[in-house]
């Protein structure tokens, strides 16, 4: 167990450096917003391999961290740096699974207790990203239907 959670801990880091060669790439295309939402998920995801790194340490395991690949820096279009995103959290969810489902195996409780604020946070993780991606594929389509929909949104609000 404790090599599978060292293993997370530079996939999550791995995510950080992701998302940090991201918004370095909307830096270069001018796109500050989007720069600054990637520059928040890397920093999400430093926080999220600094968890396991902490859970390890305080179960008297030993952190044991590993180098991490070069991460894409090139994307043809914004819509493939989204895609990319997506994929990814995709990536992330399913290794978060298989160690629920090694804890689990193991009788791990504590490991299983701890990986549920994985899960539970993947889960709004995919579902941001997947949002994204669709609002851009829809702005590629029709931007007044993005407007308008950002519109009926705020008017709703307002209820």
Known sequence: MQDALNGQVTAELESAYVYLSMAAWFESQNLPGS???MRRQAREEAAHAMKIFDFIADRDGRVKLAALPAPPAEWA???DVWAAAYAHEQKISGAIGRLVELAA???DH???AM???F???QV???KTAKSILDQVK???HSTALYFIDRHLGKDAEKE
Request: without cysteine; charged residues 40%.
């Open 77 to 79: 279009e914004v819509q």
């Open 35 to 37: 720069a600054k939402w």
């Open 105 to 107: 195996a193991e009788k």
């Open 110 to 112: 504590a490991s299983y």
């Open 115 to 117: 990986l549920q604020w």
């Open 124 to 126: 709004e993780e995919e």
């Open 119 to 121: 899960v539970t946070e």
């Open 138 to 140: 829809m702005i590629r």
